[in-house]
């Protein structure tokens, strides 16, 4: 799955502000929030932030100018993998608009797909220093994303469409 990268960062740190089912790192200890979330996280990708602060908001995060998720590095590790066997990739945003091709994609049965929870968390939201600072770090890597099909398969480094959409 891939989607506008500002989104994600923005959201990523939204998580740590609420609790809902829709992950599960985010757990309040006496109605707190977990400051723990963020390196939690970096730590389940096997990201490399070492010089992260768990106290980071996303104003403190976004002023490092740093992508310290590497999320560009992430996407590409997939991206151009040279594996022998099909990756998907769905984008975010437009998920619920592909449900039936993804379902052939995946040859699953998805009658019972969740419903479309509008996101909350947006880069566009964000006060103007932190909107251009989000920009800075993943404006041209979202620019490269939004050339993207909206759903696609990559094998052996090559991208191929799905066929019956």
């Not at 996101?119 to 880069?123: E, N």
């Given at each position: 799955m891939f989607g506008d990268p500002r989104d994600a960062v923005v959201s990523f740190f939204d998580r740590r502000k609420s609790k809902h089912d829709r992950h599960g790192f985010n757990t309040k200890i006496i109605d707190k929030p977990n400051i723990?979330?963020?390196l939690q996280h970096c730590d389940n990708i096997e990201s490399q932030a070492f010089d992260m602060?768990?106290?980071?908001?996303l104003h403190k995060f976004l002023g490092n100018g740093l992508d310290?998720?590497?999320?560009e590095e992430h996407f590409d590790n997939w991206f151009y993998s040279n594996m022998d066997y099909n990756i998907v990739f769905v984008r975010y945003e437009n998920i619920w608009d592909n449900v039936k091709a993804l379902g052939k994609t995946l040859q699953l049965n998805i009658d019972h797909?969740?419903?479309k929870i509008e996101?909350?968390?947006?880069?566009r939201n964000?006060?103007?220093t932190d909107k251009t600072r989000c920009?800075?770090?993943y404006g041209s890597f979202s620019?490269?994303?939004?050339?993207?099909p909206d759903i696609f398969t990559v094998r052996l480094g090559s991208i191929m469409p799905c066929s019956y959409l």
């Open positions: 723990h979330w963020v602060d768990e106290t980071w908001d310290y998720f590497k999320l797909f969740p419903d996101r909350r968390s947006k880069w964000l006060d103007s920009n800075e770090i620019e490269r994303m939004n050339k993207l």
